[in-house]
């Protein structure tokens, strides 16, 4: 199992940047897909970004495609979701999941394990 840890989020104005950290520990990390998904207040949560076990594939929502970037440093067990252009309704709890043995990306319950979660607030 893979232990995460989530961070970087905070307060921004419209329009600016902010990058999420996603530390990992456990020994199947390299073998993990590593996923960003969030959760606004009252919503469900929903799916932002992929990244594949070795990093040469990556996937977006719509919502966000064009505006987030997602990387990982398998080196140092590190995921990476680059947010930028960040907009009012990007605001919720950002979580960061790891997903071992399935080959789909975008839904929740293809991942086991998952962080605590950063807040992440957008405001004008």
């Known amino acids: 199992q893979v232990q995460l840890v989530e961070s970087g989020g905070g307060s921004v104005q419209t329009g600016g940047s902010l990058r999420l950290s996603c530390a990992a520990s456990?020994?199947?990390?390299?073998?993990?897909?590593m996923g960003w998904f969030r959760q606004a207040p009252g919503k469900e949560r929903e799916f932002v970004a992929a990244?594949?076990?070795?990093?040469?594939?990556?996937y977006y929502a719509e919502s966000v495609k064009g505006r987030f970037t997602i990387d990982r440093d398998n080196a140092k067990k590190m995921a990476y979701l680059q947010m930028n252009s960040l907009k009012a309704e990007d605001t919720a709890v950002y979580y960061c999941?790891?997903?071992?043995?399935?080959?789909?990306?975008?839904?929740?319950?293809?991942?086991?394990?998952w962080g605590q979660g950063t807040q992440v607030t957008v405001s004008s």
């Open positions: 990244i594949s076990r070795t990093g040469g594939g990556t």
């Open positions: 999941a790891a997903n071992v043995f399935r080959n789909v990306y975008n839904v929740s319950w293809a991942y086991d394990s």
């Open positions: 456990g020994p199947t990390f390299y073998n993990a897909a």
